[in-house]
């Protein structure tokens, strides 16, 4: 008997603190895959079949301002689990599952189940980081958490729907229900059949989208739970048209929020009624703090962002950020800030085509259409611009072009904006100290040989002087004068930190794409053609590929590359595509890195040997 009373009086205690825990609300957050705010009916799309998402506008409140830090869902989601920037981590190239500080940094669920929240995520989680299993963050990964709670107990749920992920645009696009004659292109995208009919088949999809959403919120409320939960909708990122997800345009990071708070939690309401529309400017890295916020659940120290709803609402940002790196087989670095007006875009890799071949992208039929209508001329120097490599700076004015077609870095009238942006930029990088201005081999590398992981690399200044990186960056970006300039870039390449290095030679690259490069700056590239980090060799090559005499030499090197570490290889194997070099020089390497068993690397460095060869071929 004494046995069983100990027993019931354990159990007592387990189960007291889930009832003293019933006032607090439950959480249903709605994520769709995909899709920028203006596929959305109550965003503004007169096309869009979106009635129960409408209807969920109506009832909560609507956010008209909030923007994905990433525009492709594995650091997206990286940002969202940990409620840090990927960048801070080191995990902002796609797939790649570089492990973090996991002492350090918990996952926002983690904090949720310790408040005594019973937590579930269904179908995705893709949080893009090494050394723990997505799932362990999670009481389960059903979509019924709310069966499986112990009595009174809160819940989170996490419904992911996959009916607007860019999968859904592929293949046949005939047939669908949405007529391709009335659909409204972007200004971006040239007149051409096969794009109105993929964009009528992704107006199909977003249907369905909305149709999964009105049956998730009809179990809610046959459960009879509505009253007791705030329900949130957004999308992962925006997309799925081409120029939409992977760019750190509108259309790419501009998504739908909308979060719905039943009555009882009055207090938590950020505006008079529900209805309501709301200007406020937030950011995908607000959201877990906030989340966490609701649920009264302790907020950890690691955690970037601000509190936008309930009593600890945090003052609004005057700016949020994105960030791009790699996207799957391409390499690419472009980070931005925005205001509610304006957009400022830096390209870390500005002579890199913003429309570089990726082998997903590539296979639906916009994209095919698109890039057959500008290499058959029917494109002109607004829909043809995608093609063409970009510039170091971008500015936009977002509200009076949405599409971001009309780039106002050289206009003079926006010269104050231009310049405070850039400076809010380079802030923000210092603060989270980004860790993309190493190349990506190197940082792993370098974290690496320290034991460490890139994060906790990155935040050493010994080990990553970022305000030296962002100088170096800077001046190689923006290059331009006589010899003084050239010897200053010089003088980087002869640093013994491989960053510096990294910046010199690429600055060296941009200034001999714009004309012929002195002497001093010919023999510091061919000395770099030797460097102990092969992105630096690859580098020199890439610059000195283009020079006669010293063309045989860069091809050594980028033979040497293309023989050693698989992130550096994959590098060197896109600098034969940006450069056009012929392929037959290097050929008797790729059937090794065709059968490379890299975990992160192996399938991109199949992707462009295969790419190379074919277009060789043609």
Known sequence: MKTKALALFGLLLSVAPLHAEQTRPNVLWLVGEDASADWFGCYGNKRAATPNIDALAKQGFRYTHAYACAPVCAPSRSTWITGRYAVSMGTQPMRSRFPIPHAAIPYYPDQLRKAGYYTANFRKTDFNIGGRPDPSAWDQTADNAWTQRAAGQPFFQVLNFEDTHESKAFGDVDGTRHSPEGVVLHKYHPDEPLIRMNYAKYEDAVENLDAKVGKALARLEAAGLAEDTIVIFCTDHGGV??????????????????????????????????????????????????????????????????????????????????????????FDSQRSARTKRFVYIQNDMPNVRWG???????????????????????????????????????????????????????????????????????????????????????????????????????????????????????????????????????????????????????????????????????????????????????????????????????????????????????????????????????????????????????????????????????
């Open 356 to 618: 570089q071949n990726l082998e997903y992208i590539w296979k639906m039929p916009a994209m095919q259409a698109w890039e057959k209508a500008h290499i058959e001329g029917r494109t002109d120097a607004v829909t043809g611009r995608f093609f063409g490599v970009k510039p170091p700076e971008e500015l936009y004015d977002t509200q009076s072009d949405p599409d971001n077609v009309h780039d106002l870095a050289q206009d003079p009238a926006h010269g104050a904006t231009l310049v405070a942006l850039r400076a809010k930029l380079r802030d923000w990088r210092l603060a989270v100290r980004d860790t993309g201005l190493l190349p990506e081999g190197e940082r792993a590398r370098r974290a690496a040989s320290h034991h460490l992981t890139i994060a906790e690399m990155a935040a050493d200044p010994a080990l990553y002087p970022l305000e030296k990186y962002l100088a170096a960056c800077d001046f190689a970006l923006r290059a331009e004068g006589g010899a003084a300039t050239g010897s200053a870039l010089v003088a980087l390449t002869k640093e013994g930190d491989s960053g510096l290095r990294y910046w010199g030679a690429y600055g060296l690259l941009l200034r001999g794409g714009t004309g012929a490069l002195d002497e001093g700056s010919l023999s510091a590239l061919e000395r770099l053609l030797s460097d102990p980090c092969p992105e630096v060799r690859a580098t020199a090559a890439w610059a000195l590929l283009r020079t006669a005499p010293s063309a045989a030499k860069a091809r050594d090197a980028l033979r040497s590359v293309l023989q050693g570490d698989a992130a550096a290889a994959l590098f060197a194997l896109n600098i034969l595509e940006w450069t056009r070099e012929n392929p037959a020089h290097y050929t008797d390497l790729f059937d090794p890195l065709l059968h490379s068993e890299d975990p992160v690397y192996a399938g991109y460095l199949k992707r462009m040997v295969t790419y190379l060869r074919t277009v060789h071929s043609q």
């Open 241 to 330: 048209m081409p120029r939409s997800k992977r760019w750190l345009y509108n259309s790419g990071t501009h998504c739908p929020l909308i979060v719905r708070i039943p009555q009882k939690f009055k207090h938590l309401w950020p505006a008079e009624a529900p209805g309501a529309t709301l200007e406020r400017l937030v950011s995908f890295i607000d959201f877990p703090k906030t989340w966490l916020s609701l649920a009264q659940a302790e907020v950890p120290a690691s955690m970037q962002g601000r509190i936008f709803l309930g009593p600890r609402t945090q003052p609004e940002p005057d700016c949020v950020y994105g960030f791009r790196e790699r996207m799957d087989e391409r």
